[in-house]
């Protein structure tokens, strides 16, 4: 790679990253023991790694840890050893999102872009996913998490903002996919579909986005009932509250519309393709 072609490589990174810490700011939800959901923050770094390659992917997701870590400094606050904080830089930051790095892995092997870009926005979440129940089940039992069944625990809590997050980073990733063309030195919009092509792929992000929406929504509400303050334990007696508190009926009201939008806009979709 040339002298330029690197500089300008270098200046699309620092881009990226600077976009992503931004989104990582302003989250759609944050669950009470750590953990939130996003706007595809990790979004940016799969795309300077779809596009430049894995080794500046990587690069690019690793200063992205580093200023996670560092925006997150309090959290070192709870361990007392230098192998717990060791642990934590690396499996909550560093790796976690280092790996975001990884999302262009499927540029060769995937033609049509949309799917290449899915297909690692998954494969960056599911990793990031995995360092978080690891740390969960080790570094973070006895104290956010239980230190009985911590593994058990670690896997549904994470769960619960990392499903949510990966499906925005999945559906924003196929849409951009679709619609630009990351692979030329210039970015450009991709050929137009036909009209009803387009109109159904629309149809089709909108009915996962109305669904994630409601997934957001239900987890927030729910989760945030579950844990015990004091002892960090799980427990489901704790949403026994006054029935004018309980979540419930806005849970229900809230996925009932979610699933019949998202019902009638697959129905429409489906209808189009024809």
């Known amino acids: 790679m040339k002298t330029h072609q690197k500089t300008k490589a270098l200046a699309e990174c620092a ?13 759609l939800a944050q ?8 706007i595809a923050s990790m979004l940016p770094i799969v795309l300077i790694s779809y596009r430049r390659g894995l080794l500046w992917g990587t690069g690019a997701g690793l200063v992205f840890g580093v200023i996670q870590q560092l925006l997150g400094l309090s959290n070192l606050s709870y361990f007392t050893t230098w192998q ?8 909550d930051y560093l790796v976690a999102f280092g790996v975001a790095g990884l999302g262009g892995a499927f540029r060769k092997q995937v033609k049509t872009p949309r799917y290449a870009l899915l297909l690692g926005a998954v494969l960056a979440s599911l990793l990031r996913y995995l360092c978080h129940v690891v740390s969960g089940a080790t570094v973070w039992a006895g104290l956010s998490i239980p230190t009985e069944a911590a593994l058990a625990y670690s896997l549904v809590y994470n769960a619960t903002y990392m499903i949510p997050e990966g499906l925005v980073l999945a559906l924003a990733a196929f849409y951009l996919g679709s619609v630009l063309d ?4 210039e970015i450009r919009r991709l ?8 109109t159904a792929s629309i149809l089709g992000i909108g009915a996962g986005l109305v669904l994630t929406a409601a997934l957001v929504f239900d987890t927030v509400t729910v989760f945030s009932r579950l844990q015990n303050a004091e ?10 509250v ?6 419930w009926l806005a849970v229900i009201v809230v996925t009932a519309i979610a699933v019949v939008l998202a019902a009638v806009m697959l129905f429409v979709r489906r209808r189009l393709q024809k």
């Not at 669950?31 to 996003?38: D, E």
């Not at 990351?182 to 030195?185: A, G, M, P, V």
């Not at 050929?191 to 387009?198: A, G, K, L, S």
Request: hydrophobic content about 45%; charged content about 20%.
């Open 31 to 38: 669950l009470p023991y750590g953990g939130s959901i996003t």
């Open 242 to 247: 006054p029935p004018l508190e309980a979540p």
């Open 15 to 27: 881009l990226m990253v600077a976009f992503a810490t931004v989104l990582s700011i302003v989250p």
């Open 182 to 185: 990351f692979r030329s030195e």
């Open 231 to 240: 002892t960090g334990e799980f427990d489901v007696t704790l949403l026994r």
């Open 191 to 198: 050929p137009q579909m036909r009209e009803e092509t387009r």
């Open 84 to 91: 717990s904080i060791v642990a934590i830089i690396l499996l």
